[in-house]
């Protein structure tokens, strides 16, 4: 039973991204001001979780919520583009 918050700045050219997370449990993902993934609830961490999203040349800061709820603890954060 713990949880954990990731900040990070990260720098994109112009394109569409797909961003996919593995977790076991929740996770909320947001990118700028943007909640791109928003999956605060118990999961098995075995399917990905994915979202496309545009973005403009630059740097953003990102940010990366996760909370484990007993048992395994897992994440797994992955983009590329799409």
């Known amino acids: 039973n713990f949880s954990a918050r990731w900040t990070s700045k990260i720098s994109f050219k112009t394109d569409h991204y797909r961003f996919c ?11 700028g001001e943007d909640l791109i993934i928003d999956e605060w609830h118990g999961n098995n961490g075995v399917e990905p979780i994915c979202t496309n999203y545009w973005v403009e040349t630059g740097t953003y800061d990102a940010k990366v919520e996760y909370y484990e709820h007993g048992g395994s603890a897992r994440i797994h954060l992955w983009w590329e583009p799409h």
Do not use: F, L, T, Y
Request: aromatic share 10%; proline share 0%.
């Open 21 to 31: 997370v593995m977790s076991d449990d929740g996770v909320r993902i947001w990118i």
